[in-house]
Nanobody
């Protein structure tokens, strides 16, 4: 079992920055991790993923160059540094732990989810 707890969300103006954190506890942290978002009335969408070692990352096109995913395996913590935020980035952001060690963009490849943290970008 893995428990995931996100933090770091909040209200920010357009062009601002936020850093989300996801603290893991329980079983091993040696799996691929990901960030997803869900806007009101929409499906959960992929944002970014990182492999178990932290050496490989992959991003959804709309966040490339603005968001950076990273992890600290010693601290069992996943991060999402968000910059140049836009109103369309407004959503609940979820971290997730995959059942695989390699990067995954499909939410079906993830078996543990956090409770989510709200990010609101004002125009």
């Amino acid at each position: 079992q893995v428990q995931l707890v996100e933090s770091g969300g909040g209200l920010v103006q357009t062009g601002g920055s936020l850093r989300l954190s996801c603290a893991a506890s329980g079983s091993t942290f040696s799996t691929a991790m990901g960030w997803f978002l869900q806007a009101p009335g929409k499906e959960r969408e992929f944002v970014a993923t990182i492999d178990w070692s932290g050496s490989s990352t992959y991003y959804e096109d709309s966040v490339k160059g603005r968001f950076t995913i990273s992890r600290d395996n010693a601290k069992k913590t996943l991060y999402l540094q968000m910059a140049s935020l836009k109103p369309e980035d407004t959503a609940v952001y979820y971290c997730a732990a995959s059942r695989y060690s390699t990067m995954r963009s499909d939410p079906l490849d993830y078996n543990y989810w956090g409770q989510g943290t709200q990010v609101t970008v004002s125009s």
